[in-house]
């Protein structure tokens, strides 16, 4: 992926519909030059193309984090906790964006002297109220609908990091395809976050699991034998070659 075209994703994500002409002068070359650029762009599917301006595809797709807090509150709370339990005091920690993560975040919020990078700005305030936790806001420029961040430098700060632990979450679990999500920018925050852990948390609550992958084609970072992950039950048997090598950890009751 070229400069260009990882910034016009950046541009279209953070706004959903952006003009043709403020993109040429965003990126200082002509709107026949941005037209040239997106051309390959819409015919991968990464973005739409609509009279004069440019059009994120995913965003009927990813509902703003508010609304994703609130579906199945419950589950994704004892998710959380389960996950709060793993983490000790004083780890360092790699979390991402989803809504399952936001309530590890407050699961966590008991919990002394971590050491935090995140690209959510939920997250980072979440945990940055602890006393003795250091935390990183990697990014500069925020999502409306999230308040995460995808620009270079969220990506530069999280590269800096080694960490414990790298806790993600997922839009859907296939059976064969294994964890996907909707969003390109998600993915590859996730590339970055696993490959500066020693251990990568997988947080996905029973809704996720499905034998399909509308809305989620794009496959999430292959999970590593001994990886953990943590989900409110245990998944029917369609699973269980994609979990044969993971630590799987269920809610105790």
């Known amino acids: 992926m070229s400069k260009y075209e990882k910034e016009i994703l950046d541009t279209v994500a953070l706004h959903g519909t952006v003009s043709v002409m403020a993109l040429a002068d965003q990126l200082k070359v002509t709107d026949q030059t941005i037209r040239r650029i997106v051309k390959p762009m819409v015919e991968r599917g990464e973005i739409r193309k609509v009279h004069g301006a440019i059009v994120a595809v995913n965003e009927s797709n990813d509902p703003p984090l508010t609304k994703r807090l609130v579906a199945n509150r419950q589950e994704k709370a004892i998710i959380a906790r389960t996950v709060a339990e793993i983490v000790p005091n004083g780890a360092t920690l790699a979390i991402d964006t989803g809504s399952t993560s936001s309530f590890v975040a407050q699961a966590l919020s008991q919990h002394r002297d ?77 590339i970055a976050m696993s490959r500066i852990a020693d251990r990568r948390i997988m947080a996905v609550d029973h809704s996720k699991w499905m034998a399909r992958k509308a809305n989620a084609p794009l496959r999430m970072p292959v999970m590593r034998p001994d990886d953990i992950l943590v989900t409110d039950r245990a998944p029917d048997a369609a699973y269980d070659d994609l979990l044969a090598d993971l630590d799987l950890r269920l809610p105790r009751h």
């Open 114 to 190: 971590l050491t935090v990078v995140t690209n959510s700005a939920h997250i980072a305030a979440v945990l940055a109220l602890s006393e003795g936790n250091q935390v990183y806001m990697a990014g500069t420029q925020l999502r409306s609908h999230d308040g995460a961040a995808f620009d270079q430098s969220a990506f530069e700060v999280v590269s800096r990091f080694t960490v414990d632990m790298t806790i993600l979450s997922a839009s859907l679990v296939h059976p064969e395809l294994g964890f996907l999500a909707n969003d390109q920018h998600e993915v590859d925050m996730a």
